[in-house]
């Protein structure tokens, strides 16, 4: 089951995001303001995050760009949600790394959709991110066994010459025992 954090000031509107994401079976997280969502993110990251851009201390864009500026969340979708919709204002979001800009209040609908659509990217990249782990895995297997080859194929050749080298010096004679030397 995806979690989400859901972030606003309005606590009316954290209530009903909050039934909605759990009616279609969503474990939702809540904060009140931008600290608690740096805080809530960094005891538990959820995969998505449904943030309101005006709040009180930390707005939604400046907590969307230290998001985004650390590699350990930077992967997790955020939707930024406000009653400010004018182009520039969806633009500040969209340039702090929102993966998408949604105005309030919200169509039940369309927000459900967007939340699946950004949900299935975070698995997409989730599931990239494990292949990739597994191939790199895979690499240092085979980069393992190759030096293992070259290794044994050295070996090899260490002991032909060598058998070569005791075919061409022949047989030890009669009045030498082999492993012993005359002795002068």
């Known amino acids: 089951m995806a ?15 909050d ?7 969503y474990d939702v997280a809540t904060a009140a303001d931008g600290q608690a969502a740096l805080d809530a ?3 538990s990251p959820p995969d998505l995050i449904v943030l309101d851009v005006v709040m009180p201390g930390i707005d939604g864009i400046e907590v969307c ?5 650390d590699a350990a969340t930077e992967p997790i979708p955020v939707l930024m949600l406000s009653g400010v ?10 340039s702090a790394g929102a ?8 169509d039940r609908e369309d927000f459900v959709l967007r939340v ?11 599931q990239l991110l494990a292949r990739n782990r597994e191939l790199l895995a895979m690499k240092e297997l085979r980069d393992d066994i190759t030096q293992m080859l ?28 082999p492993g012993e030397t005359p002795h002068a």
């Open 3 to 17: 979690k989400v954090l859901v972030v606003d000031d309005d606590e009316v509107t954290r209530s009903v995001i």
């Open 19 to 25: 039934r909605v994401l759990k009616f279609e079976g």
């Open 41 to 43: 993110v960094a005891d």
């Open 65 to 69: 760009r230290r998001l985004k500026a």
């Open 85 to 94: 919709t004018d182009r520039d204002s969806r633009l500040r979001g969209v």
């Open 99 to 106: 993966n998408d800009y949604l105005s309030k209040p919200i």
């Open 116 to 126: 699946r659509n950004a949900l299935r990217m975070k698995e997409l990249h989730d």
């Open 150 to 177: 070259i290794a044994d194929n050295m070996r090899i050749a260490e002991l032909a010459a060598a058998r070569d080298r005791l075919r061409a010096a022949g047989p030890p004679s009669a009045a030498e025992p």
